[in-house]
C-alpha cells in the first residue's frame, strides 16, 4: 500500500511564502514523474508542476512560473512545492501526486498515487 502524505499548507497573506512537501512510502515512486495540483472550489483539478527525476526536468503552468518552484529530496522521499509571491487566485486545495509509468504531465488522470491533499487559502 503506497501512502502519501502532504504538509505544509496554510493561511497567509498576499505576496507571502509557503513550501508544501510531500513525502512518499515507496521509494521507487522517485524514478517517475511526480506533480503538485489544486483545485479551487466549483473548478476542475489543475496541474500546477511536473518534476522528471530522470532528466531532472521540470514544467510549470504559466499561472505559476517564475513564482513557484518544485523540487525533491531522493533521500527523503520527499516531493516539495516552495510557493512566493502568493495571490488570491492561488487558494486551493493542493495535491501531489506520483505516476508509474513513463512520460509526463499535468494531466490528472495520468496520475497513479495521490495524496489527500493540503488546503492553501491566500487573502488579499
Not at 492561488?90 to 509509468?101: F, I, K
Amino acid at each position: 500500500q503506497v501512502q502519501v502524505d502532504e504538509s505544509g499548507g496554510g493561511a497567509v497573506q498576499a505576496g507571502g511564502s509557503l513550501r508544501l512537501s510531500c513525502t512518499f512510502s515507496v521509494s521507487s515512486l522517485f524514478d517517475r514523474a511526480m506533480a503538485w495540483f489544486r483545485q479551487a472550489p466549483g473548478k476542475e483539478r489543475e496541474g500546477v508542476s511536473c518534476l522528471t527525476p530522470s532528466t531532472g526536468n521540470t514544467y510549470y503552468a504559466d499561472s505559476v512560473k517564475g513564482r513557484f518552484t518544485i523540487s525533491r529530496d531522493k533521500g527523503k522521499n520527499t516531493l516539495y512545492l516552495q510557493m512566493d509571491s502568493l495571490k488570491s487566485e492561488d487558494t486551493a486545495m493542493y495535491y501531489c501526486a506520483a505516476r508509474t509509468g513513463s512520460g509526463w504531465s499535468l494531466i490528472a488522470s495520468w496520475y497513479d498515487y495521490w495524496g489527500q491533499g493540503t488546503q492553501v487559502t491566500v487573502s488579499s
